[in-house]
């Protein structure tokens, strides 16, 4: 299993999506994306769902860096 932050930067990657691209279909600002990614900030539940159904993953039950996510497919 992947862990959620791994599972976001793959999944983004498949769909050929940089940050920028992902920060504009969230609503966010695509530093909020680069600290999701890189520094582990944990999406609230609201993002991790629309992040689940943008990216085809599966959302933890309670969103933490160390969540397990798996893609999708």
Do not use: H, Y
Request: glycine share 6%.
């Amino acid at each position: 299993m992947q862990s959620f932050l791994s599972a976001l930067k793959d999944a983004r990657q498949d769909k050929l999506w940089n940050q920028n691209e992902l920060a504009w279909k969230m609503g966010v600002t695509p530093l909020v994306v680069w600290e999701w990614e890189e520094r582990g900030r944990v999406p609230t539940a609201d993002q991790c769902r629309r992040l689940a159904k943008l990216l085809g993953l599966a959302p933890p039950i309670e969103p933490s860096p160390g969540d397990e996510w798996r893609v999708v497919r």
